[in-house]
């Protein structure tokens, strides 16, 4: 018996993608199937662990400015999802959780130690396109429900902290940091109908998702936030 309509779909989805895999032909296909399939299982198992049980699993989050305590959760919460070992294979999450933990201790980074800088303006450029991107995703999905322009405008703007004008004009230097073919397939994914409840926005009262949004748009702001060096 399933704990919920969502952990109900979450098994089905992986079924189907799980048989996908098994009659695909080349690699990539065959990659492409199963890590859907083992996407949507680990979904329904957080399902039917709940909510509340998961946040203990995961642990509070320590503050930012504690490295060591920070990345040590952060490889306990790896260390939750690795799969069996995959032997010595350096970029499994047992070999990530292992980095995170001699990082801890002051080791230099390894297998997570960056590739060279991308040259765009601000050095979190990326991880704030991604945040841009995710405004440009509500606007799809309010209005794919029905919601008039003023109304998701003005909400969208309110949250994130910026005149709709704004964020209107996003679009452009998100493709440009993430690449065009992302953002459509975003889009059009946060825009989805065929489900009742969207996958990317799964809210069922206007109450959940403004808090959503509201959360979504106080991240942004603290990503922007790291654009600059407070001395």
């Not at 079924?15 to 492409?32: S, T």
């Not at 999802?81 to 990530?96: I, K, Q, V």
């Not at 825009?191 to 009262?205: A, Q």
Request: proline share 4%.
């Amino acid at each position: 018996m399933f704990k919920n309509d969502w952990e109900r779909e979450a098994w089905l989805d992986g079924d189907v993608w799980l048989r996908e895999y098994e009659i695909a032909d080349d690699a990539e296909d065959k990659r492409r199937t199963v890590s859907l399939a083992l996407r949507y299982y680990i979904k329904a198992i957080c399902e039917r662990i709940g909510p509340d049980a998961l946040s203990y699993a995961l642990g509070d989050s320590p503050p930012e400015d504690d490295a060591a305590a920070r990345l040590n959760c952060l490889a306990d919460r790896v260390s939750l999802f690795a799969p069996p070992s995959m032997g010595e294979d350096r970029l499994s999450l047992e070999a990530l959780a292992a980095e995170l933990r001699a990082t801890a201790k002051g080791d230099k980074a390894q297998i997570t130690d960056p590739a060279p800088f991308h040259g765009l303006k601000a050095p979190n450029a990326i991880r704030t396109a991604h945040h841009k991107l995710r405004a440009l995703q509500w606007d799809a999905f309010l209005k794919s429900r029905g919601n008039r322009p003023a109304d998701r405008h003005n909400a969208i703007a309110s949250a994130y902290g910026e005149d709709w004008t704004t964020v209107y004009r996003w679009r452009t230097s998100v493709a440009a940091a993430l690449g065009e073919s992302e953002v459509d397939a975003c889009l059009e994914s946060a825009s989805c109908t065929l489900t009742r409840i969207n996958r990317v926005f799964p809210y069922e009262t206007a109450e959940e998702a403004l808090l959503a949004l509201q959360r979504d748009g106080d991240a942004y702001r603290k990503e922007r936030r790291r654009q600059f060096r407070v001395v």
